[in-house]
């Protein structure tokens, strides 16, 4: 028989439900949820009730995708955390909901370990041991994947996050949340003409809080002479920034590299999409003789195909959770 896992996922503003069968994904579903952008940002309340309204919908319709009936599962996967906590609790409830009522087994996943464990949602898939490095709205780290359940985090931010700071430029700039793939856009009419500075962080950990108040000092100075400063040079702006993230993603990336010996190098999280770090990362990779690995972009963003991969490498090692847990905000 078929191993077959239901997994879900609900950390942030993105609700997920994906079906895997013997370690194929069969369906993966995201509601997304476009109320934030009103305000510029995930709003925690509102988040945590759009999971409520989307949770049953997106479930049946990753039950259907697949093909199968619910009767069919053999365990329930699921995130419990790192995350909002109103957000985790809708998704940790439901799991543990369901699994009591089929009768099958829980595992829980933790976010961050899914976003790693992405890549062997299909082929190519990385060989262990390798170096990730996850970017997204909100981390930033270095992790070193010795096998599935052996991760060790060489390096990650002190403050915002990869994302945030694009999501944050993008605020200052005027544009529309989440501002990442707009800069992105805007990057690739532009030149990165003006220079930010890079900041200085010991070893492998990162900072992105000063470049956005240097922004914003750079913004006002420049407006002082022309009050349509931004509107002017949005391009150059915008490539100038990108290209000073990216720059500070695969400095710290390759000092890693370099130290440990790896040369199996992944990305992943949903600033992995950028099109100036993926060109960046091919050409570093070329040079440093690196083998490098982007997963699909669905299953870079928050999704729950990485959850049900976390969850059948758990379910083969037997490690199951038991109806007491509880979601984690932080570990
Ligand atoms: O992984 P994700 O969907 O959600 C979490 O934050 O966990 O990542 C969303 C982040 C946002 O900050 C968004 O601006 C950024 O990924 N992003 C990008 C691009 N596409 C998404 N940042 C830069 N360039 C992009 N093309
Ligand atoms: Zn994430």
């Keep these: 028989m078929p191993t077959t896992i239901l997994a879900i996922e609900s950390s942030c503003d993105d609700t997920s439900a994906s079906v895997l ?62 995350g909002l906590m109103g957000s985790l609790i809708v998704g940790v409830a439901f799991a543990k909901s369901l699994a009591l009522s089929l009768d099958i087994p829980l595992i ?16 190519p898939k990385p060989r262990f041991p390798f170096l990730c490095l996850t970017v997204s709205g909100g981390h930033t780290q270095i992790v070193k994947v010795d096998a599935p359940d052996q991760m060790e985090v060489l390096g990650q931010t002190l403050d915002d996050a990869a994302g945030e700071a694009f999501d944050k430029t993008g605020k200052l700039l005027g544009l529309e949340y989440p501002a990442g793939p707009i800069i992105d856009k805007l990057a690739q009419q532009g030149k990165p003409v003006y220079d930010f500075p890079e900041p200085r962080i ?9 470049l956005k108040t240097s922004i914003l000092y750079f913004l ?11 509107q002017h ?34 990305i992943a999280g949903g600033v992995s999409a950028n099109s100036a770090l993926r060109s960046g990362l091919a050409e570093m990779g070329q040079k440093e003789g690196w083998q490098t690995c982007i997963p699909k972009f669905e299953y870079c963003t928050d999704n729950a195909a990485m959850i049900a991969v976390a969850g059948y490498f758990k379910y083969q ?6 109806q007491s847990v509880q979601p984690a905000a932080r570990f």
Excluded: W
């Design 220 to 230: 006002k100075e420049q407006i002082k002479e022309d009050p349509d400063f931004i």
């Design 317 to 322: 090692a037997g490690q199951f959770t038991d």
């Design 202 to 210: 010991p070893d492998l950990d990162f900072s992105f809080s000063g």
């Design 21 to 82: 069968m013997d370690g194929k994904i069969l369906s993966n579903c995201v509601a997304s949820q476009d109320a934030h952008r009103l305000y510029g940002g995930v709003v925690p309340e509102v988040a945590s009730r759009a999971h409520q309204i989307n949770i049953i919908p997106v479930v049946d319709l990753a039950i259907r995708q697949a093909g199968i009936k619910k009767t069919d599962l053999d365990a329930v996967a699921f995130t419990r955390g790192p």
């Design 108 to 123: 829980e996943v933790n976010h961050m370990d899914a976003h790693v464990l992405a890549h062997f949602a299909e082929d």
């Design 233 to 266: 040079h949005l391009n150059d702006i915008c490539a100038s920034v990108q290209d000073r993230i990216v720059s500070i993603l695969l400095k710290r990336l390759r000092k890693a590299a370099r130290r440990t010996g790896i040369k199996e190098i992944a």
